[in-house]
């Protein structure tokens, strides 16, 4: 009989290392060593002399300094960096222990300055350190611990903020040096050299910029603007060591936003109040142009930054500038500003957008000019014109259709500036009958002459131009019987009048046009009521006389009844008291017809006004359905009106 199987053994299990177990043992003494320095120096320090303190504060640094070369030959390199950690830690407690005890007078000084020259001496023992053993740690230790010596070291001598930021950038320029020096830039040491340089960057850059806009001299504004650049050009170096493309198109930005503040900000200080608004736009376009022509010798993925940063500046400056433009209370400046701040947009943007560009810096400067010259007030009126003329010109050059065009900008902004500036022209001119019929009469000129231009691809710009021309002719009319002095009803006859020729000519005009030009016909019948009710007109008759031109100028359409329903309701509204007199008052003896004196009332009074209305009211309807039935249904229509009359 076969006995057990046997039983496997069980695995040995790896023990840990001789070596591995001597590096935990001189990690955790390393540990220790250190807490011990630290409570002796702050709680035991008092039990001992001078000179015993000392002696054993040294012979502990000397010894945790000594366990490195030690652990390093037998190649135990965590204990190594973990005792020359504690090595450093001890110079710092042995500088401490110093001004405790006030060795040597030291504290009879500054305690900033002080503590700014220990760190300094650590810093520099931790780098020689380094250098003799070739640990990592104390290469940190010495970038770390070299962070606060220059902020040290000037915190005695109180500086402003200006002074602060000089601190704070010799601080980047060290890190900045050890990343060129050591040639680390992606390593970790690197890393943490631009994390903490970036914070001292960012920090001088913060404090600059409340030194520039708190300096009152040329002076300081001038220490802070070049702190301000300095800032900003460490920047732009870290970026060009790191050898990172986008990083170097950021921060040419930046730079170039900190070059526009600083130099703007200093001009101003430097020009006074009175010119500092000119001098900073002279910034702005001094900066453009600088940036265009470095750009041409930078590669292609790092100049967009310094354009970028350029752009932003100018654009900011053009917003400001209009919002003060549209504001008012300005002079002669504002034009130079302008003009400044549109030629370095000009030199920035692309060339198909220069156009654009210069449209709107003229929208801005004829805006403003009547009340930076002291003009009369009809000169606004004639430059906005000028410059709806030139927008109308700019946009069609696109074809006047509202869609893409040579190099993929549409007409929309050169057409909304014709829009606003009309619009401004007339309100402005409204302050004289002549002046305002002058104006109207120009813009009706421009309107045709736009819709003319673009016969060829008639399109909404022509289409749009035309109507607000045609529309123009009724009001040109009103403000012209105004300007001769004649009585209110000559002005809406006269308005009205013109509209009965526009309906006629509107049947003139090509079929690429003929709608925009009925819509015109349509606004101008519509509002004729209004004029009747300003000049104190029967409205009816204004009414009977819109209807009229509707049916002779469309057939049975949507926008024929859209137009029509108004009126309609205008006049029967408006003759309701002469119907009612005609249909409805001699029938009010039907209600006394039992108390046997059934004596008719007759017939109330009628207007002549409205009798007038209702007779054209009856030629409207006739024209209508003899357009739409034929002659037999438009004499059984207008039967009904005939009766009445």
């Known amino acids: 009989k076969a006995g057990p199987p046997p039983v496997a053994p069980a695995p040995r299990t790896r023990e840990a290392s001789t070596r591995l177990v001597q590096n935990v043992l001189f990690l955790l003494g390393g540990l220790l060593l250190g807490v011990a320095a630290i409570v002796f120096t702050a709680v035991a320090w008092a039990q001992f002399g001078v000179g015993g303190r000392a002696l054993l504060l040294a012979g502990f640094t000397v010894a945790a300094l000594a366990v490195p070369l030690a652990a390093l030959r037998r190649n135990l390199r965590a204990t190594a960096e973990t005792f020359a950690a504690v090595g450093l830690l001890l110079v710092l407690l042995d500088g401490y222990a110093a001004w405790y005890v006030n060795l040597f007078g030291v504290a009879d000084h500054s305690a900033f300055g002080y503590a700014g020259a220990v760190c300094a001496v650590t810093a520099a023992v931790a780098a020689g350190y380094e250098h003799l053993t070739g640990l990592t740690g104390p290469r940190f230790a010495a970038l770390i611990v070299a962070q606060p010596v220059l902020p040290l070291l000037a915190a005695p001598f109180h500086p402003d903020a200006a002074g602060w930021a000089y601190a704070l950038i010799g601080v980047a320029v060290l890190d900045l040096a050890v990343i060129h020096l050591r040639r680390s830039a992606l390593s970790a040491l690197g890393v943490t050299a631009y994390g903490l340089g970036g914070a001292a960057v960012v920090g001088a850059v913060l404090s600059a910029l409340g030194a520039l806009a708190a300096a009152e001299t040329t002076v300081d504004a001038a220490l802070a603007a070049l702190a301000l650049v300095a800032g900003a050009g460490l920047a732009v170096a870290a970026a060009v060591l790191a050898r990172v493309r986008p990083a170097q198109a950021i921060t040419g930005g930046l730079f170039v936003v900190a070059l526009a503040l600083a130099a703007g900000r200093f001009a101003a200080v430097a020009g006074g109040s009175f010119l500092a608004p000119v001098l900073i ?26 354009w970028a940063g350029a752009l932003v500046v100018a654009a900011a400056s053009a917003v400001v500038v209009a919002g003060v433009t549209v504001a008012g209370g300005y002079d002669w400046r504002v034009l130079a500003v302008i003009a400044l701040v549109a030629a370095a947009l000009v030199v920035l943007v692309p060339r198909v957008l220069q156009p654009q560009v210069l449209l709107g810096g003229a929208a801005l400067a004829a805006f403003a000019a009547p009340t930076a010259l002291g003009l009369a007030w009809w000169a606004a009126p004639v430059l906005d014109l000028i410059v709806v003329a030139a927008a ?3 946009a069609l050059r696109g074809g006047g ?6 190099g993929g900008i549409p007409p929309v902004w050169p057409a909304t500036v014709a829009a606003g500036f009309t619009v401004h022209a007339v309100v402005v001119a409204l302050g004289s009958p002549g002046v305002a019929c002058a104006t109207l009469v120009a813009v ?8 003319a231009a673009a016969r060829r691809a008639p399109g909404p710009l022509g289409g749009v131009a035309l109507t607000a021309g045609l529309l123009a002719l009724p009001a040109a009319a009103w403000t012209g019987a105004a300007a001769l002095s004649l009585p209110a009803t000559a002005q809406s006859r006269a308005a009205l009048a013109v509209v009965a020729l526009l309906t006629g000519a509107a049947q ?21 009521p209004a004029w009747a009710l300003a000049s104190g007109d029967s409205p009816a008759i204004y009414a009977a006389c819109g209807l009229l031109l509707v049916a002779l100028s469309f057939v049975v359409t949507i926008w024929a009844g859209l137009a029509a329903l108004p009126l309609g309701l ?9 119907l009612f007199a005609v249909l409805v008052r001699p029938y009010g003896w039907l209600d006394r017809v039992w108390t046997g004196v059934p004596g008719g009332t007759g017939v109330g009074a009628v207007a002549v006004a409205d009798v007038a209305a209702l007779a054209v009211f009856a030629v409207a309807v006739a024209v209508a359905v003899r357009s739409a039935r034929g002659v037999r249904a438009a004499v059984w229509a207008v039967a009904p009106v005939v009766a009445v009359l």
């Open 508 to 528: 003139l005009i090509g079929r690429g046009y003929r709608a925009y030009a009925l819509a015109a016909v349509l606004i101008g019948v519509v509002s004729a």
């Open 570 to 578: 205008v006049l029967f509204g408006t003759t309701a008291p002469s």
């Open 392 to 394: 109308l010109v700019l």
């Open 281 to 306: 736009a002279a910034v702005v376009a001094t900066v453009a142009v600088l940036v265009t022509a470095v750009n041409r010798v930078l590669p292609e993925p790092v100049r967009r930054g310094p």
């Open 444 to 451: 009706a000129a421009l309107g045709a002459g736009t819709a």
């Open 401 to 406: 259709h509202l869609r893409a065009v040579a």
